[in-house]
């Protein structure tokens, strides 16, 4: 009974603690040094009054809320709280809630422009960051151009982060929208990247403008355990790769890709799981789907349809899986690794080639499992480079075929692929499948009050 009672004046006292702190631009100092404090309490809220925040530089927002009382940082009005110029924002603690502010012609002091670390070994758990926007974030003394510097928005760092409704667009600056880091003390990360609309990214001519990351070659081979959920990619074509999935034991599942130049690739890592997404490229130049490459990865109930580039492709490897006893200064972890127990099925292509065992290497794709897959369209593309050394590592099981020339499947010259496809009629209830699909990620996602995204998703929906 007594003890009952300490927990019940623990809890009364918790409640009966909480502060509302109200601050408008001019308070910023007073603001900055309440947010590092670590003196907030569960349940406390720091608001901001409408007006701009400018040049903040460095900011760290700490403390320890819990989960039915996390410590809130948010906007007095949605989106009438805006950030700008220089800015290092360090989220760290636990329970943290970052909510309906909109960051606007910010830029990172540094690397990262909001990072959830204060220092290596000091980082962000339970925290949150939702209903935000950063638009045309970009360093005004950088260039747009490979080799004239880089920046991240986002450096999502610590274990069991949520980034969700947020809307992001417009960088133009090298670097990454966001980065999921992995540490050899911090890799097992289980966060959240869900309903968010990732808005338009123009191509940046070279290497290092993905949209979302998962790790970097040097961590590919750690666990990570990060979901990617119910998320649109509208026009991201920053360069080839919109995800990079650079480590092991994700999921990325029920994504919109959107006229956006570029794919969804397991670069490195294994067993990543890819699920019912969907790809609709409108036939637009460097548009595609999902490319793999490593092992025990499983490809199921995703639909592509009208990219230009590739609906699939599987990459020929350089080396095998590295071990524990791998020479990585002879077998790099930053080049291409074999293929291998990979599970493709109930995926649906549509005017979309398939492409087997592009790229150099010797190492062929080994007990690759293709079954249960639409391959329709208007005319077959099937790209198998080296067929005699790449075929013998696939199964093909009860596919499909649907295709105006009904002899378009008995001239493909490959035994083992016709003996696992059906040619049939184009089935009907695709259109409607497809449009399940975009309403339900394009009417779910993103902060509803940021204009910009609203225009988006009216396109979406009309131009569909």
Same mark, same amino acid.
């Given at each position: 009974m007594k003890k009952l009672c300490i927990l019940l004046f623990l809890s009364i006292s918790m409640g009966a603690s909480a502060v509302e702190y109200t601050f408008s631009p001019k308070d910023v100092p007073a603001m900055k040094q309440l947010l590092g404090s670590g003196t907030l309490q569960p349940g406390d809220v720091v608001v901001l009054k409408d007006g701009t925040y400018d040049n903040l530089e460095e900011v760290h927002f700490t403390g320890k809320g819990v989960f039915s009382k996390p410590i809130i940082w948010r906007a007095e009005n949605p989106g009438k709280a805006v950030i700008s110029g220089k800015l290092s924002l360090r989220i760290y603690g636990e329970h943290l809630q970052l909510k309906d502010l909109l960051f606007y012609k910010a830029w990172a002091i540094g690397h990262d422009m909001i990072d959830f670390q204060k220092e290596k070994g000091t980082y962000a758990s339970y925290c949150r960051m939702t209903g935000c926007v950063i638009d045309e974030c970009n360093n005004p003394a950088k260039g747009t151009r490979p080799n004239e510097g880089?920046?991240?928005?986002?450096?999502?760092? !610590?274990?069991?982060?949520?980034?969700?409704? &947020?809307?992001?667009?417009? %960088?133009?600056? +090298?670097?990454? @929208?966001?980065?999921?880091?992995?540490?050899?003390?911090?890799?097992?990360?289980?966060?959240?990247?869900?309903?968010?609309?990732f808005g338009e990214r123009q191509p940046y001519g070279g290497n290092g403008a993905?949209?979302? /990351?998962?790790?970097?070659? *040097?961590?590919?081979? *750690?666990?990570?355990?990060?979901?990617?959920?119910?998320?649109?990619?509208?026009?991201?074509? !920053?360069?080839?790769?919109?995800?990079? #999935? %650079?480590? &092991?034991?994700?999921?990325?599942?029920?994504?919109?890709?959107?006229?956006?130049?570029?794919?969804?690739? &397991?670069?490195?890592?294994?067993?990543?799981?890819?699920?019912?997404?969907?790809?609709?490229?409108?036939?637009?130049? +460097?548009?595609?789907?999902? /490319?793999?490459?490593?092992? !025990?990865?499983?490809?199921?109930?995703?639909?592509?349809?009208? #990219?230009?580039?590739?609906?699939?492709?599987? /990459? @020929?490897? @350089?080396?095998?899986?590295?071990?524990?006893?791998?020479?990585?200064?002879?077998?790099?972890?930053?080049s291409y690794h074999r293929v291998e127990n990979v599970d493709i099925a109930y995926n649906t292509f549509l005017n979309s080639s398939l492409e087997l065992g592009s790229g150099r290497g010797e190492k062929m794709p080994r007990n690759v499992r293709f079954a249960h897959n639409l391959f329709a369209g208007q005319n077959p593309e099937l790209k198998i480079v080296r067929a005699d050394e790449v075929l013998p590592g696939f199964l093909f099981l009860d596919n499909q075929w649907a295709f105006p020339d009904i002899a378009s499947l008995p001239a493909v010259p490959y035994e083992r692929v016709r003996s696992g496809f059906d040619a049939v009629d184009a089935p009907v209830g695709l259109e409607r499948k497809e449009k399940e699909r975009i309403d339900a990620c394009i009417f779910t996602v993103g902060p509803t009050w940021y204009e910009a995204m609203k225009e988006n998703v009216n396109y979406i929906d009309m131009h569909r």
């Open positions: 880089d920046e991240y928005w986002v450096g999502l760092r !610590g274990t069991n982060n949520r980034i969700d409704h &947020c809307y992001f667009a417009n %960088k133009r600056v +090298g670097g990454l @929208v966001l980065q999921v880091w992995l540490s050899a003390d911090n890799h097992l990360n289980n966060h959240v990247i869900d309903h968010n609309f993905e949209i979302i /990351r998962i790790g970097h070659s *040097w961590s590919s081979q *750690w666990e990570s355990r990060t979901i990617v959920e119910n998320n649109v990619f509208f026009r991201c074509s !920053g360069e080839n790769e919109i995800i990079s #999935v %650079k480590s &092991c034991h994700n999921v990325l599942r029920r994504n919109l890709f959107y006229e956006s130049a570029g794919g969804l690739v &397991c670069r490195h890592g294994h067993y990543n799981i890819i699920e019912s997404n969907t790809f609709i490229g409108h036939g637009l130049r +460097g548009t595609a789907g999902i /490319r793999i490459i490593n092992q !025990g990865h499983t490809v199921y109930d995703n639909y592509i349809k009208d #990219v230009k580039s590739f609906g699939l492709l599987v /990459r @020929v490897g @350089v080396y095998e899986r590295p071990t524990a006893e791998t020479n990585v200064k002879e077998e790099p972890l930053t």
